[in-house]
């Protein structure tokens, strides 16, 4: 979502909240609660060292009440529905942006695991993605009519990355099965560093910086999708 922010406008972004020294005024200026691999599932974080879905959400709570305590009752709750979340319609958002499921079966480290030596992307990978994101969307249609007051935008990713990954040269990229870093097609997390040996001199050509995550340039593509897919519809 960063170059998202920054097209919205915001000049810097949100902080997270663990890391604020001072939890009072500054709360004023936003706070960020996301976690890298938090996964729905608490075994991935435990294994990441990442903050869990659950506790995320018991930082939130803790936040609402000290923006009680620095606004007031009625401007805390202005702040609150009007705010852009990803989810927490039961605590007080009105604003949600979802994204659906990636094409999983395109990520190099399982077409390397479950591609059958093909270079190509695992399809029933995909149809599972497929499935996913056929379920959201119906949920989705459901909340919005069961809470009118809820405005809920579902963000595609799923199309955008699928054609980036089998149209590389079509949207400015070199390659699109392996990662920049190391050999590219098992490497993450720790396992991409200064040290690894292999990594590309130029990740803006590649789509993943390693088997898993995307590079800087590909990150930017696709957020510049779904700005023009309509983000402003959380804002409006």
Known sequence: MGYSTEILGFTSYQPA???LEDKGNNLLNGANFAS?????????????NTIPLHRQLEYYKECQSKLVEIAGQSKASSIISSAIYMHLYALGARRIGVTNLAPTGCLPILITLFGSHSNGCVGRLNKDAIYYNKKLNYTSEKLQ????DLNLVVFDIYQPLYNLVTKPSENGFLEARRGCCGT????LSILCNEKSIGTCANASEYVFWDSVHLTEAANKLLADQMVAAGIFQLIS
Do not use: T, W
């Not at 890298?36 to 990441?48: C, E, G, Q, T």
């Not at 009519?145 to 009118?148: G, S, T």
């Open 17 to 19: 909240y663990i890391n």
């Open 36 to 48: 890298a691999a938090s996964a729905f599932y608490d075994v991935i974080p435990m294994l990441y």
């Open 145 to 148: 009519k069961l809470l009118p």
């Open 184 to 187: 590219g097609f098992i490497e």
